[in-house]
């Protein structure tokens, strides 16, 4: 064995050690059943809060969707943060009967900042809520989305997370890609942390947290890229168990071309830089006082980029070394042949036991659900120069443009059809 192949074998090892726990939690998420029985809400009263800049193609479905919940309407406030808009995004938003807050402000830029902005008028109005929910502008909620998360939070979780599903799954292998891995985060990260008792993440959109933990928060003071990672960090920091409630299900749009996910994944990625960065040490105290919850979220935020970029800066090290040194071309090539196929395969395994068991859920035909297994793992193999470019550039937040339309019959046509074949 080369000495490079040595070293890839010991990334190998360690990455293994710190992730094994998430191959246990793949057994865990499919013996855990998806439905889970919820107290009856006590009719708590929510706002609904949206961060939408320049989107006037689907905030009206959005609010569509949430006008149509099976839950009381004069419990629902509709509160919309029309950002730094140059379209009828607040006009549309006005005309569904929302609560719209227009904002101009081009040097603070990011969703953490409109949901400050919101907190602060509604407060300012002397509003307050029992409840708040989070989304983004381009979502469809399923009819039941309201009831299931309050009747989650009934049950004494102070911050749950949702099922995230997605808009154009089919449209191809990029958004695909993350869409399917939104619902293996759905499944078998935040199902099996549920499962075993563990706090699980809030992703992005689709989250509601109560009034004690706005209280706590002293209101909301997350501003970094992954301002959700953030949120999260902070509360699981301090002891608080995030919940998961399956039955709540959001329906999201994927970027489509590689040039919008790369930017995307590249916020995401130096995020999650800045997460660690700013809460590393609070991770390290929860883990040394005995939390898997610390521990989880931290190996979610960091090691695997440090870990990848280590391999490759080892396997270019030796390119560079054999080029110069006239060395033996097979065995580095071969080291690096072996690298590939053993994550392309883990990967492709992660990816296809995904697809299989949310089959139902997924919104496209039956060969794309079975192609796009095998286009998995080669596009998280993508996020690998992404982490690298990451840690050398600042991507800043950049609005993605949405244009997927989704209507609220389509939503309980797709429950209807998943009802039949469960």
Known sequence: MSTVEKINFVIMCVFFLCYSYQFAYIPIGLLTQRKYSYLESRGKRVAVLIAARNEQAVIGELIDSIRAQDYPQHLIDIVVGADNCSDRT??????????VFERQDTEHVGKGYVLNFLLHKLRSLGLSYDAYIVLDADNILDPGFIAAMCGCAEQGHDIVTCYRNSKNYGDNWISAGIGLWFLRESR????????????????????LFTRKILERCGGWHFFL????????????TDGIKIGYCPDAVTYDEQPVTFKQSWRQRMRWSRGYMQVFARY???????????????????????????????????????AIANLVGGGDWASLGAAGWQTFVGLYFTLFAVGAITTLSEWKFIRCTAAKKLLYAFTFPLFMLTFVPI?????????????????????????????????ISA
């Open 387 to 419: 982490c690298i470019a990451a840690m050398f550039k600042n991507p800043g937040w950049q609005p993605i443009v949405h244009t997927r339309t989704m209507e609220s019959t389509e939503v309980q046509d797709m429950k209807k059809t998943q009802k």
């Open 188 to 207: 078998y990260l935040n199902g099996a942390r549920a499962a075993v008792g563990s706090s699980c993440a809030v992703s992005g959109t689709g989250f």
């Open 225 to 236: 890229l992954t301002e959700d990672i953030e949120f999260t960090i902070d509360n699981v």
């Open 90 to 99: 607040a006009e549309i938003a006005r005309e569904r009967g929302a609560r």
């Open 280 to 318: 590393g040490g609070r991770l390290l105290r929860g883990m040394l006082h005995g939390s898997f919850s610390c521990y989880d979220m931290a190996m979610s935020i960091m090691p695997a980029a440090i870990l990848t970029g280590l391999s490759i800066v080892v396997n270019i090290g030796a």
